[in-house]
């Protein structure tokens, strides 16, 4: 069996950092509807209160298949990811060691 590990953050009313062993990705809106932008791809969701239904979908081109000749192109919202869990992590080190 293998380890997992994930944790969500909430930063402000609505936006979240979801952090995993292998992912993280920053979701914008409440549980009714809204945007997940992540190392995986985009993807927008919506339910309908109370009645167990919900629909998402990925946005634009997503995850493409790498090949070890050519460089890997990071997207823009892999790097918007990775500057938020970067000062998220810096925060939370300066509000534990006091700096």
Do not use: C, D
């Amino acid at each position: 069996m293998g380890l997992k590990f994930r944790k969500s953050v909430k930063i402000a009313p609505g936006v979240r950092v979801n952090l995993g062993k292998k992912s993280s990705s920053v979701s914008i809106g409440n549980k009714y509807g809204g945007y997940n932008i992540g190392s995986r791809g985009t993807r927008a969701r919506v339910s309908a209160p109370g009645t167990g239904l919900s629909y998402s979908e990925r946005l634009g081109k997503g995850r493409q298949q790498w090949s070890p000749h050519e460089p890997k192109q990071h997207s823009t919202a892999e790097w918007v990811t990775a500057a938020i869990v970067g000062l998220v992590f810096f925060f939370m080190l300066v509000w534990l060691f006091g700096w």
